[in-house]
């Protein structure tokens, strides 16, 4: 089944500078060449971002 979102709520700006929050969050393993990843999931609604996932610059990082 779907994983267990929880109710935190973050707010953020997106490129127009209007005010937005997440729809929830949640943890997952994401597995890189054979090494898993604890990361955690940001939800938002599709009217403002097209794209299926956007990977954070930190997790980038940490696969170096």
Known sequence: ?????????IIFRDVDS???SILGEFAT???VD????LM??????DILIQHALIVSRD???TLN
């Open 59 to 61: 997790f980038l990082t």
């Open 18 to 20: 209007k005010s937005n």
């Open 40 to 45: 955690t999931i940001h939800l938002v609604s």
């Open 29 to 31: 393993e994401v597995t």
């Open 1 to 9: 089944g779907a994983p267990k979102l929880s109710s935190k709520i």
């Open 34 to 37: 054979n090494t898993s990843y």
